[in-house]
């Protein structure tokens, strides 16, 4: 059975596209500039309407700047995954560390409460952990669904030891791996028997647009349906 491809999309045409290319869900979020960020209800219920809810897991992140939340934090983070899943989503991507470097399970714990029967995803804050096989078995007793993890390399293909080892010991957590992903990295993080991939494929569009002061760099992220399609026969 081939492993599932998981895009980040950061609009309903690029989520549209991707499942159309052949993608089998989303992680839904804004930002991926700064490794993303929680997007707008209006987003999520765009989404949602476009592909089906089931297929769509937002990411919920309140800034960028690390991992480790304090109690406001916790608890805008825990506001935004009732939002979201009240919105039709049918998962949330989210992740914690304490300051030691290690899962911030009472973090996670509340997480898991409010979303509910929703999937719940932690993060690649696994990969700026202390211990990533320890935290992997905290996350298990926390009931986390899924945890997407670049092995703990800047790169995906970089992690590919550590990426097997986290699939071998995962028990019943899926193992999503992500982070610069390439596509003729494909055939190779397969192999080590992750349950997804997880990409981005992103273009750009819009470098001849008006921009300057006030309104960032030029251009805009768009999803390669390309891409998808290169990344779904890649997976094999």
């Known amino acids: 059975m081939s492993v599932a491809l998981e895009i980040a999309a950061q609009d309903a045409a690029g989520a549209s596209a991707s499942i159309t290319a052949g993608a089998d869900r989303l992680e839904l979020c804004q930002a991926l500039g700064v490794g993303g960020l929680t997007p707008s209800i209006g987003l999520i219920e765009a989404v949602v309407d476009a592909v089906g809810g089931d297929r769509v897991n937002v990411l919920v992140r309140p800034r960028g700047g690390g991992f480790v939340y304090d109690d406001d934090e916790v608890a805008l983070v825990a506001a935004d ?107 190779a993080i397969v192999q080590t028997g992750v349950d997804a991939v997880h990409l981005s494929a992103r273009g750009q569009a819009g470098l001849d647009a008006p921009s300057g002061p006030g309104g960032g760099v030029a251009g805009h992220d768009v999803t390669d349906a390309d891409l998808v399609r290169a990344a779904v026969a890649a997976r094999g």
């Open 81 to 187: 995954i009732v939002a979201a899943v009240r919105a039709g989503a049918g998962g949330v991507v989210v992740g914690a560390l304490t300051t030691a470097g290690r899962a911030d399970l009472g973090a996670v714990r509340r997480w898991r409460d409010a979303a509910g029967g929703a999937t719940l995803v932690f993060h690649r804050a696994i990969d700026a952990s202390s211990d990533p096989l320890a935290v992997l078995a905290e996350l298990r007793d926390a009931h986390v669904d899924r945890v997407l993890t670049s092995g703990g390399a800047s790169r995906s293909i970089d992690g590919l030891l550590t990426l097997e080892r986290l699939a071998r010991e995962s028990g019943d957590v899926e193992i999503m791996a992500g982070g610069g992903i390439r596509i003729d990295d494909i055939p």
